[in-house]
């Protein structure tokens, strides 16, 4: 906390600064808003839906959520010249705690027409093994482990599902980057993907939101069946590419509000 | 600017040590190279920074039997520093010969837990809070803070211990609990052989070395899911989960604090450090020895409502480690004890 302070102090301080250097320059630099939002196919996902078993997947089981946790990373603003803004900053968030549901990119940008994008995890770039003391330190550790390639998760998505044999079943639909421990050294493909949010206006207080459809996961283009994939995923090569390829049809842009 | 700014910070930190303006001696808290190089810093509350008077103070009080009632217990009865601060017995006794439920807990790396929550269900929000629980409750010391601050006033030591540490005599309750909260966060523990491993100075066995890889296995042991990994040594999340003990809950754990059914069952994952001197195991000391802990997450695991995800193949009763997966497991966990910590003068009496 007291770090966090001193960051704000420290963010405040830069701040001034550099205005002081514009001389006055009217050119409003602006921070954004992103708001994280949940939900199965239209209903919203909060505290209390955790733990129920209250959803169908698209392959027909039902299923609850107990544990909803992700990363996202390099916001990126490009505007209609084509110039890049990105803090190169990224953003743990827990549904299921309410927390980080709310992030601000430590980025300031000129007022004015901007795409916005983010990456789903970490891509190969930035997913440098034990690099985050925040994310080593997050979860009991935010991690993959180095027999599978190291860096780190991108998702924890947990919960339980009724078998074919009526049980509740604990499934781990974790997604990493796609390794194949077969062979030496690990292969390793990068399965984190940009969403794009299409265009916004930014103006001196916009907040965009970020709805993710959890259904999604299971939806499309795999048909998931939780009753072959839902535990032992991370080693699974396959399995990882497919659970990348759901997830490019599981954020939306929603709201954009400017107050 | 900036500096100015930062120093403005720091300056505010260390006069905040209590209303009266009085400085004792800061102390800066050793950061062990392998959680420095690894994992976020040690949470020091702004208003009880670690001094060198407050922590000797703090250790006095610890290992002092006149916190409790009838002047017979001290904490480190039940937190022996032997035991890496736990207590051998299942249950702990109180002053009057009253048994608990709950086994203790061990004492170590407290200032890493970042959520700050402690006890097995996580009902205390810091160190200073914490500390008020043993010293009135009916089961352990039985003691009244009136009375514990009279005893303590009546002292020829403590006022001048207490004037050293806050700049004042008067004793109270919150200067006890801050000065016991300052020692405990010093009881820091890595150095331990996977430590070295990790600091490149000490080799693993190929015993503990695949004891590691079934650990971090998601098809074998996938321990690292709550209890860390090389990335974060502290080889615990701090969170409260369901691991398998239990169909029905005499204990509630974290849903008897929070009143929330869906953690009913739910108790704080221990740190897998020092296990060679913390037996015995779980929330209520069930399991004596590692091996029927790891038994226990091989083929023991039961089913409730609130089990946990990551508890796989439950109908059967676990993963069926191999018996040589278990003897490895347990080797590479024993590599997380840390004979320098239990023997360090520091922490003794």
Avoid at chain 1, 82 to 104: E, M
Avoid at chain 2, 258 to 285: C, I, Q, V
Wanted: hydrophobic share 35%; charged share 20%.
């Amino acid at each position: 906390m007291k770090k966090i302070v001193l960051l704000i102090a420290l963010t405040l301080a830069v701040t001034a600064c550099k205005k002081d250097d514009n001389g006055g320059n009217v050119i409003n630099e602006v921070t954004v808003d992103l708001i994280f939002s949940h939900d199965w196919d239209g209903s919203a996902i909060t505290n209390a839906d955790f733990d129920q078993i209250q959803y169908t997947n698209a392959h027909g089981e039902e299923l609850s959520i107990s544990k909803l946790v992700y990363l996202i990373s390099d916001v990126t603003f490009t505007n209609t010249a084509g110039d890049k803004f990105d803090a190169g900053d990224f953003n743990l968030i827990n549904v299921r705690n309410n927390s980080n549901l709310t992030f601000t990119p430590g980025i300031e940008i000129p007022e004015g027409d901007y795409t916005v994008t983010f990456t789903f995890g970490f891509d190969d770039e930035d997913n440098i093994d034990q690099a985050y003391p925040e994310l080593n330190s997050a979860d009991g550790g935010w991690n993959v482990p180095a027999p599978l390639g190291g860096g780190y998760h991108y998702m924890r998505l947990e919960g339980k599902y009724i078998d074919s044999n009526s049980d509740e079943v604990g499934y781990q639909y974790h997604t990493i980057r796609a390794n194949d421990m077969s062979t030496n050294p690990v292969t390793l493909q990068d399965t984190s993907f940009e969403v794009n949010l299409g265009q916004v206006t930014i103006g001196s207080n916009t907040t965009i939101e970020v709805k993710m459809n959890v259904a999604e996961w299971f939806k499309n283009p795999n048909l998931w069946d939780l009753n072959v994939l839902f535990s032992t995923l991370m080693p699974n090569f396959d399995a990882q590419i497919m659970m990348s390829e759901n997830g490019m049809t599981v954020f939306s842009r929603g709201a954009v509000t400017q107050q | 600017m900036i500096l100015v700014f930062v120093a403005g910070l720091c300056y505010s930190c260390v006069t905040d040590n209590d209303d009266n303006g009085y400085v004792a001696t800061p102390f800066t808290l050793e950061v062990p190279q392998v959680f420095a190089e690894r994992i976020l810093p040690p949470v020091i509350p702004e208003d009880n920074p670690l001094t060198v008077e407050g922590i000797a103070l703090g250790k006095k009080l610890f290992f002092d039997p006149s916190l409790s009632a009838d002047g017979t217990q001290a904490c480190a009865d039940c937190h022996r520093p032997e035991n890496a601060f736990s207590d051998a017995r299942q249950f702990s006794i109180g002053i009057d010969g009253s048994v608990g439920t709950r086994n203790s807990m061990p004492l170590f790396n407290m200032a890493w837990n970042y959520n700050e929550e402690f006890f097995w269900d996580g009902r205390a929000q810091s160190l200073e809070e914490q500390i008020f629980e043993p010293v009135t409750n009916p089961i352990e010391m039985k003691n009244t803070w009136p009375n514990v601050e009279n005893t303590l006033r009546a002292s020829d030591t403590y006022p001048a211990l207490f004037e050293q540490a806050f700049g004042t005599t008067t004793i109270d309750s919150v200067r006890v609990s801050r000065a016991i909260a300052q020692f405990l966060r010093t009881l820091v523990s890595a150095n331990s052989k996977f430590d070295r491993f990790l600091l490149g100075q000490e080799e693993l066995t190929p015993s503990e070395e695949n004891g590691l890889a079934v650990f971090l296995d998601e098809s074998r042991g996938d321990c690292f899911h709550c209890h860390g990994l090389p990335a974060n040594p502290l080889w615990t999340d701090n969170i409260f989960h369901n691991n398998g003990l239990d169909e029905t809950f005499s204990d509630r754990g974290r849903g008897g604090f929070t009143g929330d059914p869906r953690e009913f069952g739910w108790f704080k994952s221990g740190s897998l450090r020092n296990l060679a001197y913390t037996a015995p195991y779980m929330h209520d000391g069930r399991f004596t020895t590692l091996d029927e802990v790891i038994d226990h997450y091989s083929e023991g695991l039961v089913f409730s409502e609130t089990i946990d995800p990551l508890m796989k193949k439950v109908a059967e009763g676990g993963v069926q480690l191999s018996d040589q997966d278990k003897a490895d497991l347990k080797a590479f966990l024993l590599s997380l004890s840390d004979p320098s910590f239990i023997n360090n003068p520091n922490f003794q009496q």
